[in-house]
């Protein structure tokens, strides 16, 4: 069974910092790109940032220079380093594992709650 979990998320104030994790288990965690995603105010899911399985990382242009993703597959850990976080950044951030070949082997996990106070 796979499972994907989230830890990390809370309140801070305004130009502080928070960093996500998200740990998982049942997948070859090496295999797999892995993600950081937020919902949009359509209530679709965005890209925040991501790392493949080969270590190329994407951001979103509305984090880039202030959000760092990072990986540690002997941990199958990804890990998501928030600074310089704004009050428009407050959301539920999912973990997501894509397999690198397999694109439908696509797994969530359940979400955690950023909240940036002004």
């Known amino acids: 069974q796979v499972q994907l979990v989230e830890s990390g998320g809370g309140l801070v104030q305004a130009g502080g910092s928070l960093r996500l994790s998200c740990v998982a288990s049942?997948?070859?965690?090496?295999?797999?790109?892995m993600g950081w995603y937020r919902q949009n105010p359509g209530n679709q899911r965005e890209l925040v940032a991501t790392i493949t399985s080969g270590g190329s990382i994407a951001y979103a242009e509305s984090v880039k220079g202030r959000f760092t993703i990072s990986r540690d597959n002997p941990k199958n850990a990804v890990y998501l380093q928030m600074s310089s976080l704004k009050p428009e950044d407050t959301n539920v951030y999912y973990c997501?594992?894509?397999?690198?070949?397999?694109?439908?082997?696509?797994?969530w996990g359940q979400g955690t709650q950023v909240t940036v106070s002004s």
């Open positions: 049942g997948i070859t965690f090496s295999n797999y790109n």
């Open positions: 997501n594992a894509m397999h690198r070949v397999v694109r439908v082997n696509s797994y």
